[in-house]
Each structure stands twice: as C-alpha cells, then as structure tokens.
C-alpha cells in the first residue's frame, strides 16, 4: 500500500514563505519508476500540476505558473520525502496543495497515488 501524507501547509501574509512536505510510504515495493509531484486546487479552478521531480533527478516546473522561481522542488531520498519550497507567496498562490507519485514501467504510465492535500492560504 502506498500512502503519501502532506504537511507544512498554513496561513501567511503576502511575501511570506512555506515548505510543504510529502512524505511516502510504500512506493519501494510498486516495482515503478516514479515521478513524485505537486498539484494545487485553487476554489473553483481545476487541479494543475506545480513541479515534478523524477526518481533520477530531472526536475520540471509548470511553465505558466507566475515567477515560478519561487517554488523549488527537491527531495530527500533517504527519507522518501519530497519538499516544495515556496517563498514570496501571493493571494492567488492560495489553495490546497496535492502531493501525487506517478508510477512509469518500461517508461509506460501506470497509475497515479495522491495525497490527501493541505492547504495554503496567503492573505494580503
């Protein structure tokens, strides 16, 4: 069973910064190469992907996010926990932030495990 818990959500002014955490569980026993991924849901838009980070490395930002330097995605292997840096934060950064793994064999998508989301409010 794959279980992937976030945390490190909250409330902040304008300007200010947030690390959310992802931290999975079970994903050595899928037999998957993995692209571990953050989504977020603002309130009454769809789901859209942020930043993903492959289990080789390879890191890829949604390329319509605004300044998207100020997210950075990484990863603690060791831990299995994946981390989305986030600092200037806006009003419109606001919503709740999803962590997903997506499961690749032979370089074919499998399935997708998500988290149960936490939410990120920027007031200002």
């Known amino acids: 069973q794959v279980d992937l818990v976030e945390s490190g959500g909250g409330s902040v002014e304008a300007g200010g910064s947030l690390q959310l955490s992802c931290a999975a569980s079970g994903l050595e026993t899928t037999n998957c190469e993995i692209e571990m991924l953050w989504y977020r849901e603002a309130p009454g838009k769809m789901r859209s992907l942020v930043a993903g980070?492959?289990?080789?490395?390879?890191?890829?930002?949604d390329t319509t996010l605004k300044d998207p330097g100020r997210f950075t995605i990484s990863q603690d292997a060791a831990k299995g926990t994946t981390y989305l840096q986030m600092n200037d934060l806006e009003p419109q950064d606001t919503a709740v932030y999803y962590c997903?793994?997506?499961?690749?064999?032979?370089?074919?998508?499998?399935?997708?495990?998500w988290g149960q989301g936490t939410q990120v409010s920027v007031s200002g």
């Open positions: 980070i492959y289990n080789d490395g390879r890191i890829r930002y």
């Open positions: 997903a793994a997506d499961c690749y064999r032979w370089g074919d998508y499998r399935q997708t495990w």
